[in-house]
């Protein structure tokens, strides 16, 4: 227990006034995220770097034979180097030489053709919902009251929860919860992805004047509402899109799903020459809500609003003109060989059988965990030159004078402090790698820990936290919105960098890595337009 005291933090609540008339408090004890920088796993540092070496043998190799043929050529004079050149040129024939054109014109071909094509993001859309399905916090309370399926004590308990939650007044929800009958119908399902599903795409296809029949791949992902048919199927049917496409619906993977659904059309853009790829992320709001009383349960009824993304992927080199953004770096992190990780955030029914989300008391540490692995790893493929050179003398040095100065600990109490140094790791800045940063707006105490183990500042912070005050947690589309929110900004210049995190069930954490290609402007259709000027000055009312 001892070991956990850190993770802890204490909150005095002050509850009223009591029946006898006094002032009455209680502690509150949460949870914090682990300091994961303070605590890296070095197995995950070397597989950053074996993803750097794949490529680094050119950064090893290139300099040498620059430095041989300058120190050769250098050494002659201009009338020395003619003469050089043309007296071997007359020592071969004409097959030698063509010969060794095909070759060297062969090897060039092949080393072309093995990279990996470049993957453009052309424009994404993010859907706004209309304002008949704006509420305020009270006013979710009170549809939750119509309904007539809770009691005061979940009510109030919902009402706490949003209080602290880091969600504003003006998030969009479904009118059915509202309703006494039952939300979790295929139909109302049907009936919301269509709303926001086609909403974005709309946006999307008029936005880059794609006609929907040139998209070769089509992603989507939504976590818990899967019919059949597919989503994608949906999507395919409503706007005829062309019979061979290549068409994938994934399920039940959470609210980082929207990376892997990058993921796996980046993969698919790179076996599929001139292909445009789309990517749609949504999750239903109606379809997931939570009848029943079970706390641990009420907990996703309160975050998640109605939400949805999509974007455009190209791999054709003549798009780079168009495009705002090229991807860089995906790096993904599984947990779910972990039974805590694989059960933080369990989908199951309650005593009354009703379905619902439950989320872990361990799921706090389990995303620490989770996070510090990822971001381990993508280090080493983001950070400056300066950077890698701190960290990974860091990391020889304790590798070499660790182990030895920790036997020497063991039999000097006190210790000393070239001990403490071996012993302790260098962390990196990674506000050096990264200009803007996308974290997934999953509550305000979640962003706070980051801030807090990641040492930005409120100006790193402000599209997340500006995100879950205007829409609240829209699972895997959120990190869409503060995409959205930083162009509305006109905040990305050209070669920028934006870094995406997102994490969810199973568990997972997956990271995205965008450079910017142009100066992106203010857009015109953009769901920030209207009350982009109001923020951050919301953040802090």
């Known amino acids: 227990m001892a070991r956990e005291e850190h993770l802890l933090s204490t909150e005095i609540v002050n509850r009223g006034i009591s029946d006898g008339g006094s002032q009455t408090f209680s502690v509150r004890v ?16 070397k597989l950053g770097y074996h993803y750097l070496i794949n490529h680094g043998i050119y950064l090893a190799t290139v300099p040498v034979l620059v430095l041989v043929f300058s120190a050769e050529v250098g050494s002659l004079s201009r009338e020395e180097l003619w003469r050089k050149v043309w007296d071997n040129a007359a020592c071969y024939d004409l097959a030698t030489v063509l010969s060794f054109v095909a ?20 424009d994404f859309a993010c859907y706004k919902p209309s304002d008949d399905l704006k ?8 549809l939750a009251r119509k309904s007539g399926k809770f009691d005061e004590p979940s009510l109030e308990f919902q009402k706490r929860i949003l209080e602290s939650s880091g969600i504003g007044d003006e998030t969009y929800v479904p009118k059915v919860i509202g309703s006494s009958e039952n939300t979790a119908t ?3 399902g049907r009936a919301e992805a269509s709303m926001v599903m086609f909403g974005a795409l709309n946006e999307l296809f008029e936005k880059t004047k794609i006609r929907p029949k040139d998209v070769g791949i089509l992603v989507v992902n939504c976590s818990i509402f899967n019919p059949t048919p597919s989503l994608s199927a949906m999507i395919i049917n409503h706007y005829k899109m062309r019979g061979n496409i290549l068409s994938f619906n994934l399920g039940g993977m959470g609210c980082s799903a929207g990376i892997i659904a990058l993921d796996l059309a980046r993969d ?28 641990s349960m009420l907990i996703p009824n309160c975050f998640f609003r109605m939400g949805c993304s999509a974007l455009l992927l190209s791999n054709r080199r003549r798009d780079y003109r168009r495009a705002k953004y090229s991807l860089e770096h995906i790096v993904r992190t599984h947990k779910a060989s972990n039974d805590r990780a694989f059960r933080c955030i369990y989908q199951e029914e309650d005593s009354q059988r009703y379905k619902g989300l439950r989320i872990s008391k361990d799921l706090v540490e389990v995303g620490g965990d989770a996070l510090k692995t990822n971001i381990t790893t993508l280090g080493p493929l983001v950070l400056p030159l300066s950077e890698q050179l701190f960290f990974f003398g ?14 020497n600990n063991n039999n000097n109490a006190k210790g000393n402090s070239t001990s403490q140094l071996a012993n302790k790791p260098y962390i990196p800045d990674y506000k050096l790698a990264f200009e803007h940063f996308c974290f997934y707006a999953a509550s305000k105490t979640v962003l706070d820990e980051l801030q807090r183990n990641l040492e930005l500042s409120e100006n790193n912070m402000e599209a997340s936290r500006a995100t879950l005050h205007r829409f609240g947690n829209t699972s895997s589309s959120s990190i869409w919105y503060e995409l959205a929110y930083l162009e509305a900004k006109e ?8 870094w995406q995190i997102a994490f969810g069930s199973g568990f997972k954490c997956n990271s995205a890595v965008w450079k910017a290609i ?19 000055q919301s953040l802090t009312q």
């Open 30 to 45: 949460r949870r914090r995220l682990p300091d994961f920088l303070q605590s890296v796993n070095l197995k995950y540092v």
């Open 394 to 407: 860091n990391l020889v040095w304790r590798h070499l004078f660790g182990n030895k100065n920790n036997n």
């Open 135 to 142: 509420v305020t916090k009270e006013q979710f309370i009170e």
């Open 103 to 122: 070759l060297f014109v062969f090897t060039l071909s092949l080393y072309i053709m093995s990279k990996p094509r470049p993957i453009y993001l052309l």
């Open 518 to 536: 142009r100066r992106v402007k203010k857009p015109s259709t953009n769901p920030w337009i209207d009350c982009v000027d109001m923020y951050p």
């Open 186 to 188: 295929m139909k109302e």
């Open 491 to 498: 905040k990305i210049t050209r070669g920028d960098r934006v």
């Open 268 to 295: 698919m853009l790179q076996a599929n020459p001139n292909s445009y790829a789309v990517v749609v992320s949504a999750e239903m709001v109606g379809f997931n809500w939570y009848p029943g009383k079970e706390r």
